[in-house]
């Protein structure tokens, strides 16, 4: 009995063949390593099948649905959050010295700001207490394990980027880099909101730590390294951020208009959400004004009342958010399933532990990406002998074809 599973398609059979053999011979490739790959292609399928009813929905709404517009959306954030944990910053071959600060000081922020629901503020906590653990520092796959353990009191979901408001109007638009967008601003404010219940002195004030924080966190782990480069060039003063409590706010704020101002109009812009300048007239006409020359420009005190407002965790829609119980329910189903082709195959016993969320997760990818070609590789010298036969009876054929035509008048 042959399974084929529907996540692997006929043109990655040969790819998977020779990844498995690789795999089962270690010697063959030192520090063999295609954990990203195999993501690419299990998340590939879900990313496409959502694709046609993603772009119908945007195409649909218009930009300036006010009930999409007015919100910051959680599932955008822990979204954002599930990429960049757990496939942006593992791609990392060593995670120490700068790069091991630079992360340390990223959760930390998160922990401190991130304005999340409880059980996802318990597995940052956890997560960067795991990573204090390590002060030498460990590996990308290493931190990828730290950050996919999930317990019922603390996780944070795998949502294989589901996005709301950061929904692009086709799959290479918007999404993760939004979520960032939007998980920084909410860092930004959530400091202010954090140093006003401590009623901090404002010369006591380190309004340069969320900002630093975010650079060195693009400079070391953001993926796209020309988009990391444009930002150390716009946070190069960083360190120059005035003690007032606001200044955060608009440091960044101003960075991501000129961001803005200079993707408009590039290839990477979706053009169902062209990149304004935020906020546009119709979600704060009190932050812009004319001047004596009818130029629009900011309000700046108004700007600020918006920008505090519009991020705080009162105006965050947690609607439609997946939680513990919801999680277990799925991975339940795939472990039904997978439990199902394993008794068709006699390999009952091999099925992991419920409970373990890790092993379970590379069962199931083994079982579905692997599964098949495991079979064919245990007849490869059957098939290679036929292919052979059939490939020396076809010369055999045309070279006495051609022999008897050089005799034929």
């Known amino acids: 009995f042959l399974f084929i599973s529907r996540d692997v398609g006929k043109r990655n059979l040969f790819n998977y063949a020779l990844r498995t053999y690789i795999r089962k011979h270690p010697t063959l490739i030192q520090n063999y390593n295609d954990d990203d790959l195999e993501e690419i292609i299990l998340r590939k399928k879900a990313l496409k099948n959502k694709n046609e009813v993603v772009t119908a929905t945007k195409q649909q709404k218009s930009i300036n649905n006010e009930s999409d517009i007015k919100k910051v959306y959680m599932l955008d954030m822990e979204s954002g959050l599930d990429f960049m944990l757990r496939r942006e910053i593992c791609k990392i071959n060593e995670i120490n010295n700068d790069a091991y600060n630079a992360l340390v000081k990223w959760l930390t922020v998160l922990v401190k700001y991130f304005p999340g629901r409880?059980?996802?503020?318990?597995?940052?906590?956890?997560?960067?207490?795991?990573?204090?653990?390590?002060?030498?520092?460990?590996?990308?796959?290493?931190?990828?394990?730290?950050?996919?353990?999930?317990?019922?009191?603390?996780?944070?979901?795998?949502?294989?980027?589901?996005?709301?408001?950061?929904?692009?109007?086709?799959?290479?638009?918007?999404?993760?880099?939004?979520?960032?967008?939007?998980?920084?601003?909410?860092?930004?404010?959530?400091?202010?909101?954090?140093?006003?219940?401590?009623?901090?002195?404002?010369?006591?004030?380190?309004?340069?730590e969320v900002p630093l924080a975010i650079k060195n966190f693009i400079k070391y782990f953001f993926g796209c390294r020309e988009c990391s480069d444009h930002f150390m060039k716009e946070t190069v003063n960083v360190e120059d951020i005035q003690p007032n409590k606001y200044e955060a706010v608009l440091y960044l704020w101003n960075i991501h208009n000129r961001v803005n101002e200079r993707l408009h109009g590039e290839?990477?812009?979706?053009?169902?959400?062209?990149?304004?300048?935020?906020?546009?007239?119709?979600?704060?006409?009190?932050?812009?004004?004319?001047?004596?020359?009818?130029?629009?420009?900011?309000?700046?005190?108004?700007?600020?009342?918006?920008?505090?407002?519009f991020?705080?965790?009162?105006?965050?829609?947690?609607?439609?958010?997946?939680?513990?119980?919801?999680?277990?329910?799925?991975?339940?189903?795939?472990?039904?399933?997978?439990?199902?082709?394993?008794?068709?195959?006699?390999?009952?016993?091999?099925?992991?532990?419920?409970?373990?969320?890790?092993?379970?997760?590379?069962?199931?990818?083994?079982?579905?990406?692997?599964?098949?070609?495991?079979?064919?590789?245990?007849?490869?010298?059957?098939?290679?002998?036929?292919?052979?036969?059939?490939?020396?009876?076809?010369?055999?054929?045309?070279?006495?074809?051609?022999k008897k035509k050089r005799y034929t008048l």
């Not at 339940?332 to 373990?356: A, V």
């Not at 599964?371 to 002998?385: A, D, E, P």
């Open 311 to 402: 991020y705080s965790k009162d105006n965050i829609d947690s609607s439609n958010l997946t939680d513990f119980q919801q999680q277990s329910i799925r991975k339940l189903r795939s472990r039904q399933k997978w439990k199902q082709i394993n008794e068709n195959d006699g390999n009952i016993n091999n099925i992991p532990d419920e409970n373990s969320d890790n092993e379970l997760s590379k069962y199931i990818k083994k079982s579905s990406l692997f599964g098949t070609t495991t079979m064919l590789l245990k007849h490869f010298k059957i098939y290679f002998i036929v292919t052979c036969f059939v490939f020396v009876i076809f010369l055999r054929y045309r070279f006495c074809k051609v």
């Open 118 to 208: 409880e059980p996802v503020m318990t597995y940052l906590t956890r997560l960067l207490d795991e990573v204090k653990s390590q002060p030498n520092g460990f590996t990308g796959n290493e931190f990828r394990r730290m950050a996919n353990r999930k317990t019922e009191d603390a996780y944070l979901p795998t949502y294989f980027q589901q996005w709301r408001h950061c929904a692009g109007s086709a799959n290479q638009y918007r999404g993760y880099p939004c979520a960032v967008w939007l998980i920084f601003h909410s860092l930004t404010v959530g400091q202010v909101r954090f140093e006003e219940k401590k009623s901090v002195p404002s010369d006591k004030l380190d309004m340069i």
């Open 267 to 309: 290839i990477s812009e979706d053009p169902l959400h062209p990149k304004l300048q935020f906020p546009p007239i119709p979600l704060c006409k009190q932050c812009h004004k004319l001047d004596k020359d009818d130029v629009t420009s900011f309000n700046k005190d108004r700007t600020i009342e918006f920008l505090l407002e």
